[in-house]
């Protein structure tokens, strides 16, 4: 277990109480008192600046993050996990107690925080299929091939709650080599050329057509520059980090599930409710099973 040393400032005089050490559960705190007070005074007041800034180290070291439930493959429903952040008003009233009642507190206070997609959510929402839609690619194409799959689990059992956006780019994050993304194929300005990520975009234009099937109201979509051969002309929805983004609003009372992967050359999104949704459902255009003879984004 690492050990940090907390001491903002050298201050005058010295304390009759032991330092502060907090367990954050992975790290111990040590915090001396003279750094939690004013100086120059005869009795202990509570410096907010330096106090303000060892909650904010705490927060950082006590977070956790809540897990989401999710579906596997096998479509079984794996529970989701709740996380933990400071209880800053318990940690101030701790301290408080500890510069003027000689009480030293061991442990950070903590309070679990829960995930917002639990299992009674998924089970509600996975069995009415509202919309889907297939593409197809040549898996030879391994850098490409790669990045389609990277982008299919970001976006796979994303749950979208009634009257809330979905982001592609904010769901999928930046495509970066650390994350495990190629150069592949891409079209910058009309021309065909390789970046990191290229493929991503045939992950976008199959999750809107298959969520435009499902009737939801599209917020933002472009195209390409240049026609792509995944999809039917004017079916695209081209994506960049730093550029366009495809984004959809739940307008149903219910929420949604987007469920994506690649089998072999398919790249495949489906999009569940509730049985309580009537989706409105659109005719779109399927996608040719014949797999493209170039790679495009």
Same mark, same amino acid.
Request: net charge neutral; with cysteine; hydrophobic share 35%.
């Given at each position: 277990?690492?050990?940090?040393?907390?001491?903002?400032?050298?201050?005058?005089?010295?304390?009759?109480?032991? #330092?502060? +050490?907090?367990? /954050?559960?992975?790290?111990?705190?040590? %915090?001396?008192? @003279?750094? !939690?007070?004013?100086?120059?005074?005869?009795?202990?007041?509570?410096?907010?600046?330096?106090?303000?800034?060892?909650?904010?180290?705490?927060?950082?070291?006590?977070?956790?993050?809540?897990?989401?439930?999710?579906?596997?493959?096998?479509?079984?429903?794996?529970?989701?996990?709740?996380?933990?952040?400071?209880?800053?008003?318990?940690?101030?009233?701790?301290?408080?107690?500890?510069?003027?009642?000689?009480?030293? #507190?061991? +442990?950070?206070? /903590?309070?679990?925080?829960?995930?917002? %997609?639990?299992? @009674?959510? !998924?089970?509600?929402?996975?069995?009415?299929?509202?919309?889907?839609?297939?593409?197809?690619?040549?898996?030879?194409?391994?850098?490409?091939?790669?990045?389609?799959?990277?982008?299919?689990?970001?976006?796979?059992?994303?749950?979208?709650?009634?009257?809330?956006?979905?982001?592609?780019?904010?769901?999928?994050?930046?495509?970066?080599?650390?994350?495990?993304?190629?150069?592949?194929?891409?079209?910058?300005?009309?021309?065909?050329?390789?970046?990191?990520?290229?493929?991503?975009?045939? %992950?976008?234009?199959?999750?809107?057509?298959?969520?435009?099937?499902?009737?939801?109201?599209?917020?933002?979509?472009?195209?390409?520059?240049?026609?792509?051969?995944?999809?039917?002309?004017?079916?695209?929805?081209?994506?960049?980090?730093?550029?366009?983004?495809?984004?959809?609003?739940?307008?149903?009372?219910?929420?949604?599930?987007?469920?994506?992967?690649?089998?072999?050359?398919?790249?495949?999104?489906?999009?569940?409710?509730?049985?309580?949704?009537?989706?409105?459902?659109?005719?779109?255009?399927?996608?040719?099973?014949?797999?493209?003879?170039?790679?495009?984004?």
């Amino acid at each position: 277990m690492a050990w940090t040393t907390f001491y903002l400032a050298a201050m005058i005089g010295l304390s009759n109480q032991q #330092p502060l +050490e907090l367990d /954050t559960g992975n790290e111990i705190i040590t %915090v001396k008192e @003279e750094s !939690l007070t004013l100086p120059y005074l005869d009795v202990p007041i509570l410096n907010e600046n330096h106090f303000n800034h060892l909650v904010s180290l705490l927060q950082e070291k006590a977070y956790k993050d809540p897990v989401n439930a999710k579906i596997d493959e096998h479509n079984r429903i794996i529970p989701g996990q709740t996380g933990l952040t400071l209880d800053s008003t318990a940690f101030k009233e701790a301290v408080m107690n500890y510069l003027y009642r000689g009480v030293t #507190p061991t +442990e950070v206070p /903590t309070l679990k925080t829960y995930p917002k %997609v639990d299992t @009674e959510i !998924l089970a509600h929402i996975r069995t009415n299929r509202i919309g889907s839609y297939v593409t197809y690619f040549n898996k030879r194409n391994e850098e490409r091939t790669n990045n389609i799959i990277l982008a299919s689990d970001q976006i796979n059992n994303t749950v979208i709650f009634p009257g809330e956006t979905f982001s592609f780019n904010k769901t999928v994050g930046k495509r970066t080599k650390g994350k495990g993304y190629m150069k592949a194929p891409v079209i910058v300005k009309g021309e065909l050329s390789e970046d990191i990520g290229g493929g991503i975009c045939q %992950v976008s234009s199959t999750l809107f057509n298959a969520v435009d099937r499902a009737g939801v109201k599209i917020v933002e979509r472009y195209h390409h520059s240049k026609r792509v051969p995944y999809v039917p002309k004017g079916r695209d929805a081209t994506v960049s980090w730093y550029g366009p983004d495809f984004a959809f609003r739940n307008p149903y009372h219910q929420p949604i599930l987007i469920r994506s992967k690649v089998i072999g050359g398919q790249m495949i999104v489906t999009i569940f409710s509730s049985d309580q949704v009537e989706a409105d459902k659109r005719s779109v255009p399927g996608a040719s099973p014949v797999k493209p003879s170039e790679e495009h984004p």
